[in-house]
C-alpha cells in the first residue's frame, strides 16, 4: 500500500483520532456480534502501547442527524472495556469543550470513546465544520474503519484534510488480502449478493458483471429480479424505482455471457417472525399476502453447486433472514457450501454476513472474513475509496 501507516509516525504522547467501524449488530441494547470490535483491537493496543492517548470515533446505524437513544455507543464502550480489558471513557458527544476537557484527563495509553458521528448533520455530508472540529480534538489521525471506507465523511474523509492521516493495521490487512484476491483472480469467480440494502447493493451489480464468471443474487434483494421477470411478489422486499435497472442487468448478463442465478423457490411467511405460517413456493406463485423472507431448497442446492465449482467466491449479503432460525436455512447451505470448497478462496464481506457464518460456527472454515460490506463491495468493483484515497501517501 502506499498510504501511510501508524508504523510510519511517533504518537507518543499525542492525541490520536482513531476511526473505526464499530456499527456492530445490536439487539436490546446489547452488541450481538464483536467481530468489528475486536478486529480494531490490534490498532488500538498498539496506539495505547505507544503512549497515545487514544480517541476512538465510529458511526453505528443510520440516525440521518439527529439523536436516537438507541444508537448511542454505551454498550460497545462497555464491549470495548471487556475485550481491550482497559478503561473506556465515554463521551455524550462527539466534538466541543467538553470533550476536550474529557481528552486532556486522559493519560498517555488511555482509551476514549466519542459518541456517535452520525448523530451530526455534517458526518454525511462531510461539512468542513465538522471536519475541523473532529480534526481539532487530536494531533494525527488513523482511519482504521475499512468498513466505512468508501463514505467521503466528515470523520473518514474530511478530518485527514486538517491533520497528518495514516491506516491502522485493520485497513492496511483488508487491502491487502482483497487486493490479492483480485488483481488476478482464480476463475470460475463467482459474486453472491444478498441482504436487505437494495439500493446500496443493486449498483454494484453493474461493475460486478464485467469480473465475475457467475452472479448470484439472493436476500431481500432478489425479489426485485423476480418482479423484474414479471412474476408478482406479495409482501416481499421491493424496490419499485429498481425494477427496470434489474431487468437490465439480466439483459447485460447474457450478452456478457455471465452466468446469472437467482432464486426459483423461496420460503414465503404470514408474518414476520419465528412462528409464521411459511410454505415453499415457486417464484412465479408467491401469495398476494405473503412475504419471501428465505430461499427455497431447489435454490439452496443450485447455488451450493455453483459455490463448489468456483475457485473464488466473495460473498455480501445473506440469502434471507437468517436472525430468525426460520428463515435461515439459504444462508446456512451457502455457509456450509463455502466451508466445504476446499478448493475455493472465500472472502465474506458485511457485517451481517459475518455474523451469520459466525452464527453457524462455520467462521474459522472462510479465507477471509472482511469486515467491510459496501466497502468491500465497492474496492472489488475497482473503485477508489475515498478514506483510503485521503491518507497522507508515503
Ligand atoms: N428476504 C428478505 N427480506 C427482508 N430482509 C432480508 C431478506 N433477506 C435478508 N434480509 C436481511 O438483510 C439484512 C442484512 O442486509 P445487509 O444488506 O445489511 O447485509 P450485510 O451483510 O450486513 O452488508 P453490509 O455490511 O453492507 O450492511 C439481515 O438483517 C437480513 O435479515
Ligand atoms: O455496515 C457497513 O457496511 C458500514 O459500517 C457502513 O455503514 P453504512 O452503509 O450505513 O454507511
Request: with cysteine; aromatic share 6%.
Amino acid at each position: 500500500m502506499n498510504k501511510k501507516s501508524v508504523k510510519d509516525i511517533d504518537v507518543k504522547g499525542k492525541v490520536v483520532f482513531c476511526r473505526v467501524d464499530f456499527n456492530v449488530p445490536m439487539k436490546d441494547g446489547q452488541v450481538t456480534d464483536e467481530t468489528r470490535i475486536r478486529a480494531a483491537l490490534p490498532t488500538i493496543q498498539y496506539l495505547s502501547e505507544q503512549g497515545a492517548k487514544v480517541v476512538l470515533a465510529s458511526h453505528l446505524g443510520r440516525p440521518k442527524g439527529e439523536v436516537v437513544e438507541e444508537l448511542r455507543l454505551n454498550a460497545v464502550a462497555e464491549k470495548l472495556q471487556e475485550l481491550s480489558g482497559k478503561n473506556v471513557v465515554k463521551t455524550d458527544e462527539a466534538y466541543g469543550d467538553a470533550v476536550k476537557a474529557e481528552i486532556a484527563k486522559l493519560e498517555e495509553g488511555g482509551l476514549l470513546l466519542l459518541e456517535n458521528v452520525r448523530f451530526y448533520a455534517g458526518e454525511e455530508k462531510n461539512d468542513p465544520e465538522l471536519a475541523k472540529a473532529f480534526a481539532d480534538l487530536a494531533d494525527v489521525y488513523v482511519n482504521d474503519a475499512f468498513g466505512a471506507a468508501h463514505r467521503a465523511h466528515a470523520s473518514t474523509e474530511g478530518i485527514a484534510k486538517h491533520i497528518p492521516a495514516v491506516a491502522g493495521f485493520l485497513m492496511e490487512k483488508e487491502l491487502e488480502v482483497l487486493g490479492k484476491a483480485l488483481s488476478n483472480p482464480d476463475r470460475p469467480f463467482t459474486a453472491i449478493i444478498g441482504g436487505a440494502k437494495v439500493k446500496d447493493k443493486i449498483g454494484v451489480i453493474d461493475n460486478l458483471l464485467d469480473k465475475v464468471d457467475n452472479l448470484i443474487i439472493g436476500g431481500g434483494l432478489a425479489y426485485t429480479f423476480i418482479k423484474a421477470l414479471g412474476h408478482d411478489v406479495g409482501k416481499s422486499l421491493l424496490e419499485e424505482d429498481k425494477i427496470d435497472l434489474a431487468k437490465s442487468y439480466l439483459e447485460t448478463a447474457k450478452e456478457k455471457g455471465v452466468n446469472f442465478y437467482m432464486p426459483v423457490d423461496v420460503v414465503v411467511a404470514d408474518d414476520f417472525s419465528n412462528d409464521a405460517n411459511t410454505q415453499v413456493v415457486s417464484i412465479d406463485s408467491i401469495p398476494s399476502d405473503w412475504e419471501g423472507l428465505d430461499a427455497g431448497p431447489k435454490t439452496r442446492e443450485i447455488y451450493a453447486d455453483v459455490i463448489k465449482n468456483s475457485k473464488l467466491v466473495i460473498w455480501n449479503g445473506p440469502m434471507g433472514v437468517f436472525e430468525l432460525d426460520t428463515f435461515a436455512g439459504g444462508t446456512k447451505a451457502v455457509a456450509e457450501a463455502l466451508a466445504e470448497a476446499n478448493d475455493t478462496y472465500s472472502v465474506i464481506g458485511g457485517g451481517d454476513s459475518a455474523a451469520a457464518v459466525e452464527k453457524f460456527n462455520l467462521a474459522d472454515k472462510m479465507s477471509h472474513i472482511s469486515t467491510g460490506g459496501g466497502a468491500s463491495l465497492e474496492f472489488m468493483e475497482g473503485k477508489e475509496l475515498p478514506g483510503v484515497v485521503a491518507l497522507n501517501d508515503k
